[in-house]
């Protein structure tokens, strides 16, 4: 997922696309903050808040480039004077700073190992500076396979765009403020969903549906809480490049109807149902499923598909 923020030096795209070292890092023209993909978004505090973690560590990834960048620090001095910055935003929200660090300081250990392809421009400036080879190797080592992932994911797009899919499937989001990186329901409810996963899955979601569940992406995002999540079905008012690249050839494209489902909306703070005269307007507030990131359209009921399209986008 992608969405802008603004920060103390501009708008920030920010990425969780990927698995990250050190949880954050930043591309090298400092326009896009990488969070990992597994760190859960949203962390409850020991008095019962709920509080979203990326603000801070965008805060810390966005001062800690441009003291680099600007001032010419290493990165060492430049992640102690971010780590001030982070730290004078997180009391000022009225947070323990020991609770939150502890926390951090916790994942950081838990997802010290990556795996997966890193983005293709993150700045390698902290594992150099740091002396951390084993991160600095580790990640030049992959990043053929990084550029391997881009350039299908590339392929992929120019070959769908000339198919049969709405080419509005790979436009941005309508339902993100890009000034203030915030939900916006001014835009109209969406006349189609998309859902992403493997042909083999194909026969079984003919006859069934799309069934609830906890998949991969949810698993890998929440770690030892992933027991925990709610099963939903997970859907996308656009086709990410992100998971389309995931299972490249054997991507099985589902798009869905959401006027003939019962499908809701998370904005952050509350859920909207999506396809009624309540878009917009009355919000149900409440416990929220495990799992939800903004921007999340999910069901918690069997969703009926529409149609079935193969890579390509060719109508199977």
Do not use: C
Request: aromatic share 12%.
């Amino acid at each position: 997922m992608q969405f802008t923020f603004k920060t103390a030096f501009g708008d920030k795209i920010i990425n969780n696309d990927y698995e990250v070292s050190y949880l954050a890092g930043y591309s090298i023209d400092g326009k896009t903050i990488y969070i990992d993909k597994r760190l859960p978004r949203y962390l409850t505090l020991k008095d019962g808040r709920k509080i979203d973690v990326y603000p801070y560590l965008i805060e810390h990834e966005s001062w800690e480039k441009h003291l680099e960048d600007n001032k010419n620090y290493r990165y060492s001095y430049a992640h102690e004077k971010a780590t001030g910055k982070e730290r004078a935003k997180v009391e000022s929200d009225n947070i323990d700073w020991d609770e939150y660090q502890n926390y951090m300081l916790k994942m950081v250990k838990e997802l010290k190992e990556f795996n997966t392809p890193v983005p293709p421009d993150l700045d390698l400036k902290p594992e150099k500076d740091s002396h951390d080879y084993y991160r600095y190797h580790k990640i030049k080592k992959m990043e053929h396979e990084s550029n391997s992932f881009y350039r299908k994911v590339h392929a992929t797009y120019k070959i769908i765009i000339a198919s049969k899919l709405d080419p509005s499937a790979f436009k941005p989001s309508p339902y993100y403020d890009s000034e203030e990186g915030m939900v916006d329901l001014e835009a109209k409810p969406p006349k189609i969903l998309y859902h992403v996963t493997h042909i083999k899955n194909l026969s079984s979601i003919r006859k069934k549906g799309l069934l609830p569940k906890v998949g991969e992406v949810t698993r890998s995002a929440h770690g030892d809480e992933r027991h925990a999540a709610t099963p939903l079905v997970y859907l996308s008012d656009k086709v990410a490049p992100g998971i389309l690249g995931t299972f490249g050839k054997d991507a099985l494209i589902i798009t869905v109807d959401p006027s003939e489902n019962n499908i809701w909306f998370f904005t952050g703070n509350e859920l909207v149902e999506v396809y009624s005269d309540k878009w917009g307007k009355t919000i149900e507030e409440g416990d929220f499923p495990i799992g939800i990131e903004v921007g999340d359209f999910y069901s918690e009921v069997k969703v009926v598909p529409k149609e079935f399209f193969d890579y390509k986008g060719n109508s199977i």
